[in-house]
């Protein structure tokens, strides 16, 4: 039974690609249990040998699926495969950007969290990206952090998701591109879902594949309609948001005294939406 789906928009990955499924296969075997996980593998319209590579992993795991964009649109790759997804919980990942610890801890408290960020931005001694990408992000950040009240520090990168959960939202979100899941995130706050944000390692393993002046436009565009999109989402609920520190989900590590406290409040307290009903319905039945 598939369990956990991994997510993976794919545009021109075919050096990349094979490394990293074989790489992150072990982990999931490890984590989520042999068998109990797929791969959703999103073509955003690769021109280079992407797509054989997807059958070829297809074929290596049988249970993974392969699905395949018209044109380039990281958003809309992301959106259909998080609908097409079998899994109850899913990992969002890029295909040089994962990170075993983090998908370890997430699936330890997957019964805690409706999404759980994974935050570049949380802990700068991790972060070891290209000075100008430290500054875009930061400034798109603080945007959001004024114009949206966003509480987090990054909406991009790796997430760990409830699908029950966020489907509803996953249909609502109206952006695609490099903005799908900003509006995502943000309506999961505003919805009063359970989040939590915790530091990733970042180390640039390739140069940018678009300059700067080209994304600060693409953002500019996008958080203008952001802008109009979230004036119809009532910013009137409880934000529930924790953050954690790195060594406070290392495997093997002990938690602090205060991440302890938090994590037995945490489960004692705040189970995902989706946890949620299923309690409800199992002592209906009872």
């Not at 119809?232 to 406070?248: F, K, Q, T």
């Not at 307290?269 to 039945?285: G, L, M, Y």
């Amino acid at each position: 039974m598939i369990e956990l789906s991994i997510i993976v928009p794919v545009f021109n990955e075919g050096i990349d690609l094979w490394p990293m499924a074989e790489g992150l296969a072990t982990h999931l075997d490890r984590i989520a249990g042999a068998g109990n996980w797929q791969f959703v593998l999103a073509d955003n319209g690769s021109s280079d040998s992407s797509p054989e590579i997807i059958e070829r992993i297809k074929a290596g795991w049988p249970t993974a699926i392969g699905l395949k964009m018209s044109k380039p649109d990281y958003g809309e790759a992301l959106a259909q495969a998080l609908m097409a997804a079998e899994g109850s919980w899913a990992y969002v990942i890029n295909v040089d950007f994962w990170d075993p610890v983090f998908l370890g801890w997430c699936w330890r408290s997957r019964t805690i969290y409706d999404l759980v960020l994974g935050s570049k931005r949380a802990d700068p001694a991790l972060n070891h990206q290209h000075s100008y990408r430290r500054l875009l992000s930061w400034g798109l950040n603080s945007i959001l952090q004024f114009a949206f009240g966003f509480v987090g520090s990054d909406t991009h990168g790796q997430k760990f998701l409830s699908l029950p959960a966020l489907r509803p939202l996953i249909a609502l979100s109206v952006l695609r591109r490099g903005q799908f899941d900003t509006e995502l995130t943000l309506r999961t706050m505003r919805q009063g879902l359970w989040i939590a944000e915790v530091p990733v390692p970042i180390h640039e393993l390739r140069p940018p594949r678009n300059l700067m002046f080209k994304k600060i436009y693409r953002n500019i565009y996008d958080i203008i309609r952001l802008s109009r999109v979230m004036r119809l989402v009532p910013a009137n609920r409880p934000i529930r948001y924790h953050r954690w520190a790195r060594e406070d989900i290392e495997e093997g590590e002990a938690l602090t005294a205060p991440a302890r406290m938090l994590m037995e409040h945490a489960a004692r307290r705040h189970q995902p939406t989706a946890s949620r009903k299923q309690v409800s319905d199992a002592e209906a039945a009872d």
